[in-house]
């Protein structure tokens, strides 16, 4: 393993084969962040600026750190940082609206409308179908992106092609190579609290069509009846129906919205495990089996940290909010 220091052109100023310890923590659409601990000793380091990248060739997801700070104690030195995502776009501003619903295009489209950074542009689109229909603020570009990433939950980083840096968002699917569960030995640290307060399964989406005319579908556990149905009513008609838009695509866009709005009304508050796997990769949904309520859960590898010490490597993963998906969205 390696941890390789380039310049802000890109340009290779050194590289670390051993250090005391590491710690990488890669996230999914958070900000991220490094420490290594190096000897003087053993180790050159004189050329490690501020403001200098970092790639570390045990991570799996290429992210790209900065270098935020450097502390010298003795023989010891310190380096530590952020991602460089979050290094270069709370460094920028974003103001004006966008004009598309599509939470892909509308991140790519406040990365390109910000000041120009060095070696740094948009890598290739990820193709992702979800939308966005909150409103843009103006501020900082890592904030306002950041924000639709988290409510379309979306995964975005920079990775190091050649002498340029590439913005990319990404969002996998579920992996079928891994399952969790304590009779497969790979969870642990299972808390669970349970609430029906505000649960709803089933959402009635109203929107308006280009006569003025009320449209509404429904989405979510629809084929469910009687005390297993609980409703809850979304007022979409801000998204009106454009003209070039056929009702069939608008009910589209209706259930997506109401998609994205019934999942903040999940019957299950707070769910929190610990797993451990080899086989997974930053952004995976994975499928968590609870045995205290027989119940399946997915969630998404938003973090994995890595610990090196001592020539061992360990690596903890960190995961989002499981959502159920046994039947009824129960």
């Known amino acids: 393993m390696k941890i390789d220091i380039f310049a802000p052109s890109l340009d290779?100023?050194?590289?670390?084969?051993?250090?005391?310890?590491?710690?990488?923590?890669?996230?999914?659409?958070?900000?991220g962040s490094f420490s290594v601990e190096l000897r003087r000793t053993n180790e050159?380091?004189?050329?490690?600026?501020?403001?200098?990248?970092?790639?570390?060739?045990?991570d799996d997801s290429n992210t790209v750190m900065a270098v935020t700070g450097i502390q010298i104690n003795g023989d010891t030195v310190i380096i530590t940082g952020c991602s460089a995502a979050y290094y270069i776009l709370s460094r920028r501003v974003h103001l004006g609206a966008i004009s598309t619903n599509s939470a892909e295009d509308i991140i790519r489209n406040i990365i390109a409308r910000m000041a120009v950074w060095d070696n740094f542009q948009l890598g290739k689109r990820g193709n992702i179908p979800d939308y966005y229909f909150q409103g843009i603020t103006d501020g900082l570009v890592w904030k306002v992106a950041g924000a639709v990433a988290k409510i379309t939950d979306i995964g975005f980083k920079v990775t190091k092609s050649g002498a340029m840096l590439l913005f990319e968002c990404y969002k996998p699917g579920l992996t079928t190579t891994v399952r969790f569960s304590r009779d497969l030995g790979n969870i642990t640290n299972e808390a669970i609290v349970e609430s029906d307060v505000n649960y709803a399964n089933v959402a009635v989406v109203a929107g308006v069509d280009t006569d003025g005319a009320t449209v509404t579908v429904n989405v979510g556990a629809t084929d469910q009846y009687g005390s297993l149905r609980r409703e809850i009513y979304f007022d979409a008609r801000s998204e009106t129906m454009t003209d070039d838009e056929t009702l069939e695509d608008y009910m589209a866009r209706l259930r997506d919205f109401g998609e994205t709005k019934l999942a903040a009304y999940a019957l299950v508050s707070s769910v929190q495990f610990g797993v451990t796997s080899e086989s997974v990769s930053l952004g995976d949904v994975v499928r968590i089996r609870s045995s205290y309520l027989g119940k399946m859960y997915e969630?998404?590898?938003?973090?994995i940290d890595i610990q090196s010490?001592?020539?061992?490597?360990?690596?903890?993963?960190?995961?989002?909010t499981p959502v159920p998906i046994s039947k009824g969205g129960r």
């Open 299 to 303: 969630a998404r590898i938003t973090g």
């Open 309 to 320: 010490q001592k020539n061992m490597t360990t690596k903890t993963i960190r995961i989002g």
């Open 12 to 31: 290779k100023k050194t590289i670390f084969f051993s250090w005391v310890s590491l710690l990488w923590q890669p996230r999914y659409n958070d900000e």
């Open 44 to 58: 050159t380091f004189d050329d490690v600026e501020l403001g200098d990248y970092v790639t570390y060739s045990g």
